[in-house]
């Protein structure tokens, strides 16, 4: 698992934790969402908090592809450095294209 899979989880975990007034030992990131009790419209609150976090857009709906912890960090962290790695090529290519012509 990439470091930022492993941030994304540990904030999940925390904020799992939080949200069901949980201990950390309780909470098995291999486990499902809904084998926490969490409905369609915490997974919405818990993707909105993570994109605040993350500062990009997560799709709520990406969390019934990858339902549990494990898995849904996982792909996250694929996103956002997909995302990332995105921006930075655009914003390469805006320093060429804005370059002085001779």
């Known amino acids: 698992m990439s470091p930022r899979a492993n941030e994304i989880q540990d904030w999940m975990v925390h904020y799992l934790t939080a949200l069901l007034m949980l ?7 291999t486990d499902t969402f809904q084998s926490y009790g969490l409905d369609s419209a915490a997974m919405v609150g818990m993707t909105g908090d993570l994109s605040n976090w993350l500062g990009t857009e997560i799709d709520p709906v990406i969390a019934y592809d990858y339902p ?10 694929a996103q956002v450095d997909l995302a990332r790695a995105r921006d930075v090529v655009q914003g390469a290519g805006n ?3 804005a370059q002085p012509s001779a």
């Not at 201990?23 to 990131?29: A, K, P, T, Y």
């Not at 549990?68 to 962290?77: F, G, M, P, R």
Request: glycine share 0%; net charge negative.
């Open 23 to 29: 201990e950390r030992d309780d909470i098995d990131v």
């Open 68 to 77: 549990t912890i494990e898995t849904l960090s996982a792909q996250v962290a």
């Open 95 to 97: 320093a060429v294209t």
